[in-house]
C-alpha cells in the first residue's frame, strides 16, 4: 500500500534551518509529482512547494520564496524540504502528499516543525 513517512521536524530558533524528509513505498516514486503542505494552528493547510516527477521542476508559495527549497531523489524515493531562515511564522505541521496515484492523493502522518527562541 502507499504509505508517506515525514521526519525531521523539531524545534529550532529563529534563523535556523531543518530538513524535512519524506519516504515514499508502494507505488512507482518517480512517475508522480509531490507537494509538501503546512498547517498552523487554527489556521487551513496550505501550499508550501510542489516539484516535478523528474525534480526538472518546482514551484513555491510567495511566503518560503528564497528560503525553502524542495528536491527529490528518486533512487531513494524520498523528497525533501530545506528550510532555512525560519520564522516563527514558520511553525507548522508539515505534510507530504501524491498527486494522485490511479485517482486517489496520499499524504502523510505529518511533522512538527516549531521555530521559537
Known amino acids: 500500500q502507499v504509505q508517506l513517512v515525514e521526519s525531521g521536524g523539531g524545534l529550532v530558533q529563529p534563523g535556523g534551518s531543518l530538513r524535512l524528509s519524506c519516504a515514499a513505498s508502494g507505488f512507482t516514486f518517480s512517475s508522480y509529482a509531490m507537494t509538501w503542505y503546512r498547517q498552523a494552528p487554527g489556521k487551513e493547510r496550505e501550499l508550501v512547494a510542489v516539484?516535478?516527477?523528474?525534480?526538472?521542476?518546482?514551484n513555491y508559495a510567495d511566503s518560503v520564496k528564497g528560503r525553502f527549497t524542495i528536491s527529490r531523489d528518486n533512487a531513494k524515493n524520498t523528497v525533501y524540504l530545506q528550510m532555512n531562515s525560519l520564522k516563527p511564522e514558520d511553525t507548522a505541521v508539515y505534510y507530504c502528499?501524491?498527486?494522485?496515484?490511479?485517482?486517489?492523493?496520499?499524504w502523510g502522518q505529518g511533522t512538527q516543525v516549531t521555530v521559537s527562541s
Open positions: 502528499k501524491s498527486s494522485r496515484i490511479f485517482g486517489t492523493e496520499y
Open positions: 516539484i516535478t516527477n523528474t525534480g526538472g521542476g518546482t
